[in-house]
């Protein structure tokens, strides 16, 4: 049952503090491992999270939701689990056997606390430190289960009040489930209801992260109202991308009573971008929200609107879902598939040239004195190893924020090169980056050159 958010609305802030470049780690057997803003299975292959959250403490007669999820193409389910200080308790055997059905599905298994939700707002909310306590009681079941598990601390873990001290609980509770032999990837949610429109996790989770002495978490936004226009989306993801932090959607839904989010963009930027997602909610919703039910009465067979967008629409589950390689499946493409298969030739002794790039230059929004600019580079006839775009701004207009790209100014003339995971394009495909502007008088669109290497 997902609690709702007061409509609340997004402001543009000062950009995220960049943190420092850590290394990837070499990838042993132990399991899920965080590099340079990526999650790695333990097989040192990079994993994107396409899934589904699904209600199991108030559900957990349906055990067979976990091999329906896995037939309809998801390869993570995140499970909703009770500390019993709210709900009653999921055991230590109940919750080892959600893992086994997680494993037998070859799924990865995202668990959380669902307790802490709405702390210091909602009545009965839980700590996160009490939530460690949960998950310490859990060690025996979670020992040996690093390369199928990660341990999601708390659910939207404070309300819209009293949450200035997010980044000092969830380090202290990274911190505790360290020391208590937890080596396992671990999910930090999001203030706010889950959707930081404060910009509390957003602007503090590089301290977080780097209170880890493993340097193994991941961040979790959660989109619903906040979210309702594609600039909020890429601003807010991209930010994450620019700092080198890493960042899932662990929760979103098309609709909600606190706004209408952007379901086509929150999926289509994390496909281009490499982020994970895991949409809410498998079956059972109530309280008002009956409409984020992805399955009507957990059945597969009988999907909502939207259940078949999630699975079966564009960038949804079915088109972008790769198994996690641990299982032995297919690993995810590092960048995205061309749309002609390759040659069954060998390829020559001598790289054959460049087939050149183009750049198109938009305004996606504008408003007094600001507006959001996005730059879509295409390759030529042939793949292209990294580009160049740049142009020179008539009217004084000056860039002052910028995402999946490295941007320089320098007067009103612009360079923006592209960055580790967005450079190789095959022939015919894209990449986009995006930035914010300021203006005065006239905002009149530059021509973009494009150069590739």
């Excluded at 509390?200 to 619903?224: C, G, K, L, Q």
């Excluded at 001598?350 to 996606?364: K, N």
Aim: with cysteine; net charge negative.
């Amino acid at each position: 049952m997902k609690t709702r958010l007061s409509a609340a609305g997004a402001t543009l802030l000062a950009l995220l503090v960049t943190v420092l470049a850590f290394g990837q780690p070499a990838h042993a057997a132990a399991g899920f491992s965080v590099a340079g803003g990526k999650l790695y299975d333990a097989n040192g292959t990079e994993f994107i999270m396409r899934g589904v959250n699904h209600a199991h403490t108030w559900y957990p007669q349906q055990t067979s939701s976990f091999a329906d999820v896995k037939a309809l193409g998801a390869n993570t389910v995140r499970v909703v689990l009770s500390s019993g200080d709210r709900w009653t308790r999921n055991t230590n055997a109940d919750v080892a056997n959600v893992i086994s059905l997680c494993k037998a599905n070859r799924l990865i298994c995202v668990l959380e606390v669902h307790d802490t939700t709405g702390y210091g707002e909602q009545s009965g909310a839980i700590t996160l430190d009490r939530a460690v306590d949960y998950w310490l009681s859990l060690a025996d079941v979670l020992a040996g289960q690093e390369r199928y598990v990660i341990v999601n601390i708390g659910n939207e873990p404070y309300g819209n009040q009293n949450y200035a001290s997010w980044a000092t609980d969830n380090a202290n509770a990274i911190k505790r489930l360290r020391a208590g032999g937890l080596t396992h990837t671990i999910m930090v949610d999001a203030p706010n209801w889950g959707q930081d429109w404060s910009f509390t996790m957003r602007d503090n989770a590089a301290s977080v992260f780097a209170a880890d002495p493993a340097r193994n978490a991941v961040f979790s936004i959660h989109m619903y109202g906040v979210f309702d226009t594609a600039a909020e989306i890429s601003d807010y993801l991209g930010r994450f991308r620019t700092a080198g932090l890493p960042i899932v959607v662990g929760e979103f839904g098309f609709n909600h009573s606190d706004g209408n989010p952007d379901e086509d963009a929150i999926l289509a930027y994390s496909q281009a971008n490499g982020i994970g997602w895991l949409g809410w909610s498998w079956s059972g919703n109530g309280g008002g929200v009956e409409y984020l039910d992805l399955a009507t009465n957990f059945n597969p067979a009988s999907l909502t609107d939207w259940g078949q967008r999630l699975f079966n629409g564009a960038n949804g589950i079915r088109q972008t879902a790769r198994e996690a390689s641990v299982f032995g499946g297919t690993p995810p493409p590092t960048t995205p598939p061309p749309t002609t298969p390759p040659p069954t030739t060998p390829p020559p002794t001598t790289p054959p040239p460049t087939g050149g790039c183009t750049a198109t230059y938009t305004v996606t929004n504008q408003w007094q004195g600001g507006f959001q600019g996005e730059v879509r580079v295409t390759a030529g006839a042939r793949a292209i190893t990294g580009w160049t775009a740049g142009w020179t701004f008539a009217n004084g207009q000056r860039v002052t924020q910028s995402w999946n790209v490295a941007l320089t100014s320098s007067g009103t003339t612009v360079s923006a090169r592209n960055t580790d995971y967005n450079g190789r394009l095959a022939a015919g495909a894209s990449a986009s980056f995006g930035f914010l502007g300021s203006w005065t008088g006239t905002n009149s669109l530059p021509a973009v050159s494009c150069t590739a290497s």
